[in-house]
C-alpha cells in the first residue's frame, strides 16, 4: 500500500482537526493506479471469506467498491441515498448521519439484489464515526446476509467509530490508519 500512503502523505490536505481532503486521488478525481491497488489488497485481506457481493454506499465507496469487485469477480451494489422512482417493490432502509455533511439521509437498496445467501464485504473510503458502517451493516441485517467483514481506506482513530464496531465484533480491515489530525498535521499509525 505504499502508492496509497505516500499519496496520503503528499496529495491529501488536512482542513481542520476532523476532515482530510483526499479529492485529488480518492473521492472526487480518481486516481486509477490507487483504486486498483485499494482494490487488490482488500480482496488479499479476505480471501478465503467467499465474498458474494460488494456493498457500499453512494457516492465516494463507489469506486473503491467496483475495484474491489472487479478484483474479487463479484457484483458492486451500492445503497443509493434518495429512493429513485425505478425502485420498485421491497427494499431495505436504514437512516444515517453524514457529521461532513450535518445531515441524516435515508439509504436504500432492492431487496432483490441482497439476500440472505450473500456474504457481503462492505467497503467505504473513510471510517470516522462509523454512521455509514452502521447503517450499511443494518441493511445486511436486515436481508439476513452473513457480514463478512468491512474494508475502510482511511480510517480515523481518534474519531471511535472503528473501536466500537470492533467491540461489536465486526472485522474492519483499515488500510490507512490516521492517529490524529490535530493542528493540521497529518499523523498516521505506523
Known amino acids: 500500500m505504499q502508492l496509497l500512503k505516500e499519496k496520503i502523505l503528499h496529495n491529501s490536505q488536512v482542513v481542520s482537526d476532523h476532515i482530510l481532503r483526499v479529492d485529488s486521488f480518492i473521492n472526487h478525481m480518481i486516481d486509477p493506479a490507487v483504486m486498483q491497488e485499494i ?14 457481493k460488494v456493498l457500499t454506499v453512494e457516492a465516494s465507496g463507489i469506486a473503491v467498491g467496483l475495484a474491489t469487485a472487479m478484483t474479487l469477480e463479484v457484483p458492486l451494489l451500492f445503497a443509493k441515498k434518495k429512493r429513485p422512482s425505478t425502485l420498485q417493490g421491497d427494499c431495505y432502509l436504514a437512516n444515517i448521519y453524514s457529521f461532513t455533511k450535518n445531515e441524516s439521509v435515508d439509504i ?6 441482497l439476500s440472505c445467501h450473500d456474504r457481503v464485504l462492505i467497503v ?5 464515526r462509523g454512521e455509514a458502517l452502521k447503517g450499511l451493516i443494518r441493511l445486511v441485517e436486515q436481508a439476513g446476509a452473513h457480514l463478512a467483514g468491512v474494508g475502510i481506506v482511511i480510517e480515523k482513530l481518534f474519531q471511535g467509530g472503528g473501536k466500537a464496531l470492533r467491540e461489536q465484533g465486526v472485522r474492519i480491515e483499515s488500510l490507512i490508519r490516521i492517529k490524529s489530525m490535530e493542528n493540521k ?4 499509525e505506523e
Not at 482488500?42 to 467467499?50: E, V
Not at 467505504?124 to 470516522?128: H, N
Not at 498535521?185 to 498516521?188: C, E, I, M, N, P
Request: net charge negative; no cysteine; proline share 0%.
Open 185 to 188: 498535521q497529518l499523523h498516521l
Open 108 to 113: 436504500y437498496v432492492a431487496s432483490q439484489f
Open 39 to 52: 482494490g487488490q489488497e482488500f480482496a488479499r485481506r479476505f480471501s478465503g471469506t467467499q465474498i458474494t
Open 124 to 128: 467505504d473510503d473513510f471510517l470516522a
